[in-house]
């Protein structure tokens, strides 16, 4: 399968006034099409900063975008001008955001938003474009007579599904989810992902899901990267990375979770916190909370390393063999 | 819909009876004997006894304001001039279409070009348009009306003769008394429209809508400035207040005949009841521009319209800084 | 210490350092912003000038603001008369120098009428609630629903052409902007949590109001005040023109302006109504600025 999106080593800070966060340190993803990739880590730890330099969405006065390359179907999205970057935003390319609460405009009806997207990436009239948005709000599970209704009519989970509606609604080959079930109740996030899934596995689209659910990414997700302090850590299959965790940060992710299962395990946390981002060592970040950690640990920044096909890790555990060649 | 504006016509009621009561203690509290004020000081004690009577001015301040009320509430009567003993409500209604003509000009031209401006400058943030334009603004609430109207005259009458310094007979006479009121309305409105504009800029849904590959002049004028505008909205019904009563300065430096400077020539010669009089008149024009303003929020936003059905109105916050 | 490094961070760290050493409390956070609000301090800069030409007019002038010469009338701007004189021969600078006094005084004396009848009003109407919130704020309503100006008017048409009774009647014209910032602070202030810690420990009423809500929500009474005194200096100077409030002999810049309308169809007689205005402008003009930079400073959301 070919790759649908590319990212080259994308490193990208927030210039803030007296200090300079580092979000995304030079980090690579490959996402083929039709594949869900979830991408997991603490809050901070860069996923939401990725999905908008994906979208060109980043806040222009503090985001600067430091190096890295980003390809959709070939081509550079950083190198696109503002307006070929609108008609690939709702179109090629859509975002679910997390708070469906502040995500809809108060003053437009749910309707209406929907058939904007419409509008501008179909040519078609206004009643073709009120037709398909309703037709997008029964597939979401929202009855269409409800088209001419305002957000403050909506319940959360409603207001999220009007948002996936938008999302959706131009078929786009590139799905962003952005926690698209935090903010909801944990009664209504299960119907919410029970929609996404069954929309994933109907569209043949590829999907980000960002997330720090990895029940979520379980259920839904193909491949799986962990994201920690900007960079990631371990990247392989949904099975790979949850059932064969390299990484001692992913492990420790793995433990700190109750299990399901019913196994009946004492749940450790992982101690410390993670490192300012406004100020990374330059060797790896995990350094100072991980219980395998060595000496050489601090010694420089390990690379990803393949562990086994498809298999990566970040971590000088996995150095022993491959340790010669650098 | 219907009900509610008719409930919220109701609930003016109280306000303006909330407003005819404080004026007319305000009249009451004022020392001096009217009669003397009326005949003047040549008259006789007899005489003024005579005409205390015959005004009820001798009854207790209840049943004079008994008797106010009932007039006012039954023939919109609102008491006989000092000066010139004409009944006041004649004098005012002939008044008032002048003061509102020059209000309602005043507001129009500072809602037509500080709207604009408040737009521009919240876009443009930090450039200097936007420093400019709220440098501006900022002598624009600053300046005193009265003075930046004889200004006015001083470089457009006097200095170049461009314009008449006093009247409205020819319609060049209306400019500068305009301008000299809308001032003040002018630079609040660019104000807060500026940071109401940034304020909804930042906004998730405004997010959404880049997100959907809409273009950046639609994401301003659909997205952006339709959830803006009930600051302005708020900050509009208030200038029109300050409108009012700063008019009355203004209409007497460019001698217009309207309520402003008969309230000017009423305070000079101790004219007590007209100025009351006109004071109550215009609360309640300005209560009326509220009440428009507050049925306005319900054309702009579904959530107040939401209210008005459930019939459960809630004082909207405005974040308009005055 | 990084792992990339870029020159941003430089500019950054110069700056993390420059702040790092100082203490960090809400008022201190509240004067570094202001003091980086160069606007803000020019209008902090022009009131303090302000007030010491009010306290001590005598300091600034060799004249009498009474004094007339009806040699020089309508003299022009000159080293002797800096801003010429008026058609009484008067020295303008004199009398502008020396009104600078009476804005002072009574704008401060009616800020602080509407403060407290206003913060009376407000912390019992949100202290309290219920009840005696309506009515309090009912009564507010009708209050507002007066346009300031003509309230002002009427009431020092009532209580008299006095100095007190312009005070008066500006500062309870004021009241409802400063009972509704009260009200709201209290409010905020009400849920915090040692206010409840204050409650459990048996503070009494008067105490949790004093003690811990008013100074919680001095923030925006500053601002109010601030924009406050702006409003009442210009009021002050709109009633004297139309004859309320101070009266002649006194000077005071509307007044001023007033006697110089009479002349302003005479060439040589601007400075008369020019330079009054000018310096209600000023005064009004340094208020509003710093009004503005104390808000952004306590309340950064915008920024």
Wanted: with cysteine; proline share 5%.
């Amino acid at each position: 399968m070919e790759n649908l999106l590319q990212i080259k080593n994308l490193t990208v800070h927030y210039n803030m006034e007296t200090s300079v966060v580092e979000a995304v340190n030079d980090i690579s993803l490959d996402i083929k099409r039709g594949e869900t990739l979830g991408l997991v880590g603490e809050t901070g730890a860069g996923k939401t900063t990725t999905a908008l330099a994906i979208m060109g969405l980043l806040q222009k006065a503090r985001a600067e975008i430091i190096s890295g390359e980003i390809f959709l179907n070939g081509e550079s999205l950083l190198d696109k001008s503002a307006k070929a970057m609108q008609k690939i935003r709702g179109d090629k390319v859509s975002m679910i955001f997390q708070d469906p609460m502040t995500a809809l405009n108060p003053v437009l009806t749910v309707g209406e938003q929907i058939a904007e997207v419409v509008r501008l990436h179909e040519k078609c009239s206004r009643a073709e474009a009120a037709a398909r948005a309703k037709e997008m709000l029964e597939t979401v599970g929202i009855p269409s007579y409800r088209y001419k209704e305002y957000p403050h009519q909506f319940s959360g989970g409603m207001k999220q599904r009007v948002v996936i509606a938008i999302a959706l609604a131009c078929s786009p080959d590139l799905l962003i989810a952005d926690e698209p079930t935090t903010a909801l109740d944990v009664t209504i996030q299960a119907q919410v992902l029970e929609l996404m899934k069954e929309q994933i596995q109907k569209r043949d689209m590829s999907v980000i899901m960002i997330t720090h659910d990895l029940g979520v990414v379980a259920e839904i997700c193909d491949k799986c990267a962990v994201m920690y302090a900007g960079e990631i850590v371990e990247y392989g299959t949904v099975e790979d990375v949850l059932d064969y965790p390299t990484h001692p940060y992913t492990r420790n992710l793995l433990n700190s979770l109750p299990s399901i299962d019913g196994e009946i395990k004492k749940l450790q946390p992982i101690e410390g916190a993670v490192s300012d981002p406004t100020n990374l060592p330059p060797y790896c970040s995990f350094q100072n909370r991980c219980k395998e950690c060595m000496e050489r640990c601090t010694e420089g920044n390990p690379k990803l390393v393949e562990v086994a096909p498809g298999h990566w890790s970040k971590c000088f555990q996995h150095y022993k063999e491959s340790e010669a060649e650098k | 819909m219907l009900r509610y504006i008719i409930k919220r016509v109701l609930m003016m009621i109280p306000v303006i009876f909330g407003v005819v009561t404080i004026v007319f203690f305000i009249t009451a509290i004022t020392p001096g004997d009217p009669a003397a004020q009326i005949l003047g000081p040549s008259s006789t004690e007899a005489q003024r006894a005579e005409l205390r009577e015959e005004l009820g001015l001798n009854r207790p301040i209840l049943v004079q304001y008994g008797s106010y009320l009932k007039n006012l509430v039954l023939k919109g009567d609102l008491g006989t001039s000092y000066i010139r003993k004409a009944p006041i409500a004649k004098e005012i209604a002939e008044r008032f279409p002048t003061t509102f003509k020059l209000a309602c000009y005043s507001m129009i031209l500072a809602i037509v070009i500080g709207v604009p401006i408040g737009i521009l400058s919240a876009l443009r943030r930090y450039s200097w348009i936007d420093i400019a334009s709220m440098s501006f603004s900022l002598v624009g609430v600053s300046i005193p009306n009265f003075w930046f109207a004889l200004l006015l005259i001083l470089v457009f009458s006097v200095k170049i003769g461009w314009l008449p310094a006093i009247g409205i007979s020819s319609p060049a006479g209306w400019i500068l008394p305009v301008i000299a009121t809308s001032v003040a309305s002018l630079a609040q409105i660019a104000r807060t429209t500026r940071s109401s504009v940034l304020e909804t800029m930042n906004m998730d849904y405004i997010r959404t809508a880049r997100a959907k590959g809409q273009k950046e002049s639609v994401v301003v004028f659909k997205h952006m400035l339709k959830n803006a505008v009930i600051p302005i909205l708020t900050v509009c019904g208030l200038m029109f207040g300050m409108t009012l009563g700063g008019q009355v300065l203004i209409e007497s430096i460019f001698a217009i005949p309207g309520l402003g400077k008969y309230m000017v020539d009423a305070i000079m010669s101790n004219d007590y009841p007209c100025v009351q009089s006109s004071v109550l008149y215009l609360s309640v024009v300005f209560s009326v521009v509220s009440l428009i303003i507050d049925l306005l929020y319900a054309a702009v936003d579904p959530r107040v319209r939401a209210q008005f059905k459930s019939g459960k109105p809630k004082k909207i916050k405005a974040t308009a800084k005055a | 210490m990084s792992k990339i490094h870029t020159p941003a961070m430089d500019k950054a760290e110069q700056k993390r350092q420059k702040f790092q050493k100082r203490r960090s409390t809400p008022f201190t956070d509240g004067w570094r912003r202001l003091k980086k609000n160069k606007l803000a301090m020019v209008g902090l800069v022009i009131i303090i000038v302000y007030a010491v030409i009010a306290i001590f007019p005598s300091l600034f002038t060799s004249y009498s603001y009474v004094t007339q010469d009806y040699t020089s009338l309508f003299a022009p701007l000159s080293r002797d008369h800096l801003f010429g004189t008026d058609n009484l021969g008067r020295d303008i600078f004199t009398r502008v120098i020396y009104a600078a006094r009476a804005s002072l005084g009574i704008s401060l004396l009616s800020v602080a009428v509407s403060l407290f009848f206003g913060g009376v009003l407000g912390s019992i109407a949100a202290f309290y609630g219920g009840k005696a919130d309506d009515i309090i704020m009912r009564f507010i309503d009708i209050l507002q629903s007066i346009p300031g100006t003509l309230l002002a008017i009427t009431l020092a048409m009532a209580l008299g052409k006095t100095v007190v009774s312009l005070m008066l009647a500006l500062g309870i014209s004021t009241i409802p902007p400063y009972a509704k910032v009260v009200r709201a602070a209290v409010l905020t202030a009400k849920d915090r949590q040692f206010v409840e810690v204050s409650k459990c420990l048996g503070a009494n009423d008067r105490w949790l109001i004093t003690r811990h809500m008013i100074p919680n929500s001095l923030g925006p009474i500053i601002v109010q005040t601030t924009f406050g005194i702006a409003a009442a200096i210009l009021m002050i100077s709109s009633l004297s023109y139309i004859g309320l409030g101070i009266q002649p002999p006194t000077p005071e810049w509307g007044s001023m302006l007033s006697d110089g309308k009479q002349f302003l169809q005479m060439g040589t007689a601007w400075p008369m109504t020019v330079i009054p205005g000018l310096a209600i402008l000023i005064v009004s003009f340094a208020l509003n600025v710093l009004g503005d930079g104390l808000r952004d400073a306590f309340d950064p959301r915008l920024k």
